[in-house]
């Protein structure tokens, strides 16, 4: 009789917890905004001397704005559509240039300041899901309110980040509300495909389970480095990537630790190709052909230590002999810190984030800068190498249901991996309007 009641009463919650599962309505449409300004600037730096990408050693400020519309629809069981129109405008310090770990997450190497309206994001999701463990989904953007099963397969297709899935980081990801610098976004050696704005076209997928998630995409490259075109030759200018994740709890703290690894294909130049066709004044991208690879790991950590603290840890090498094309000028980087919610000072939604980095160029790279060469983002015209580093300090203060105002504080020692330049300061103020 006893056990009769224990399986009446299992029973009986199953059917509740079904019942409750039910009830979670699976949102048809939905319409967000955002919109981020960050201004920033710095005092003048002593430098020995300056080339062609180099950093300004005057003072300087510079604004950037991007403003996105989100949309998402469901289609049918399991279909998503998600179209994300942005604009965005301003600039970076020395039109971007001068920094490998730049300062400003926010901005693009576009060669101009003028606002231009782009699409960002429209691809086409379909999920296909089975056990009973669900997860309820809020309403946010690029995510319709509903449920999705623990255990689901998912396909998307189309113009997407690809940081929208890979590299994700609770506590240094993304630069309109977390830390700013590009080092910190995602991890650094990651030359990830993208355009001229961050984007990419290509196929992703996903394998997931309770306590882990397998991910891979397969997308194109652009016709040059740091492009805005799309190379249609996609069986010779491609790239993939993999990540494995892993959720754990420590002392009933969440966690995770992610592995991913990337193999970039294309039409790239080589740094001692470079250097051995003109060794004082090398040019990289004269002797471009298909058939060049790029590839490299990337290591991410993070744990809750207590409600309120959480810490990470990223690591990332790549090969470093072919020409970096999407991302920024870094082949090694480790960056660590932690971020605080300020409820100990009965501010419950304020955040205090400090962390530190340090940017390494491989062998090739190094000396291909030193012998004057120049690549899409960095060049002093000589270089007495050393390892950038950085450290970075926000306070984001939470001033309305929808507004949220960051000052922030950021040290770059050899910018550039320059010895003979700087230290910089950089100074930021960041409004960021979400809803």
Not at 20 to 43: C, E, G, M, S
Not at 138 to 166: P, V, W
Not at 178 to 205: E, I, K
Not at 294 to 316: C, H, M, P, R, Y
Request: proline share 3%.
């Amino acid at each position: 009789m006893k056990k009769l009641l224990i399986l009446s009463m299992a029973l009986c919650g199953a059917l509740n917890f079904a019942a409750a599962q039910d009830t979670v309505k699976q949102q048809r449409f939905n319409l967000h905004f955002q919109q981020t300004i960050i201004t920033q600037t710095k005092p003048g730096f002593a430098a020995k001397y300056s080339g062609q990408n180099s950093l300004s050693d005057l003072s300087e400020t510079a604004t950037s704005l991007t403003t996105t519309f989100y949309g998402g629809a469901r289609l049918w069981k399991g279909a998503q559509v998600y179209f994300n129109p942005e604009m965005s405008g301003g600039a970076g310090f020395s039109k971007t240039l001068g920094v490998a770990g730049f300062p400003n997450g926010e901005t693009f190497r576009v060669g101009g300041d003028a606002p231009k309206i782009y699409i960002a994001r429209l691809y086409y999701t379909q999920n296909f899901e089975w056990g009973a463990e669900k997860d309820t989904l809020a309403d946010e953007a690029n995510q319709l309110a509903g449920t999705l099963s623990k255990r689901h397969f998912s396909f998307t297709i189309g113009k997407f980040g690809m940081a929208d899935y890979f590299d994700q980081n609770s506590y240094s990801h993304d630069p309109r509300t977390q830390f700013m610098n590009w080092s910190l976004m995602s991890n650094g050696a990651w030359d990830y495909p993208a355009n001229t704005r961050g984007y990419v076209m290509g196929l992703y997928t996903e394998y997931a389970q309770p306590t882990w998630t397998l991910r891979f995409a397969f997308t194109m490259s652009t016709t040059e480095a740091n492009g805005a075109i799309w190379d249609q030759k996609i069986g010779r200018a491609n790239t993939q990537t993999l990540e494995f994740e892993k959720r754990y709890n420590i002392n009933g703290k969440p966690g995770a630790f992610r592995v991913l690894g990337f193999r970039n294909i294309g039409k790239m130049g080589s740094y001692r190709a470079a250097i051995n066709r003109n060794p004082t004044a090398p040019v990289v991208d004269t002797l471009l052909h298909y058939g060049k690879r790029k590839f490299g790991f990337g290591l991410n950590a993070e744990q809750s230590i207590t409600n309120d603290l959480g810490v990470f840890a990223k690591l990332s090498w790549n090969d470093g002999k072919t020409e970096t094309f999407y991302f920024t000028e870094i082949d090694r980087s480790l960056s660590f810190g932690g971020v605080l919610k300020g409820t100990s000072w009965e501010r419950t939604d304020d955040e205090l984030g400090l962390a530190f980095v340090a940017n390494g160029l491989s062998a090739p790279h190094r000396d291909y800068l030193a012998a004057g060469g120049y690549g899409f983002i960095i060049g002093d015209g000589q270089l007495n190498y050393s390892h950038e580093l950085i450290g970075e300090l926000y306070y984001k203060v939470r001033a309305s249901k929808a507004i949220w105002i960051s000052p922030g504080y950021q040290f770059i020692a050899n910018p550039a991996y320059n010895k003979d330049r700087g230290p910089v300061n950089v100074f930021s103020a960041r409004v960021h309007v979400e809803f």
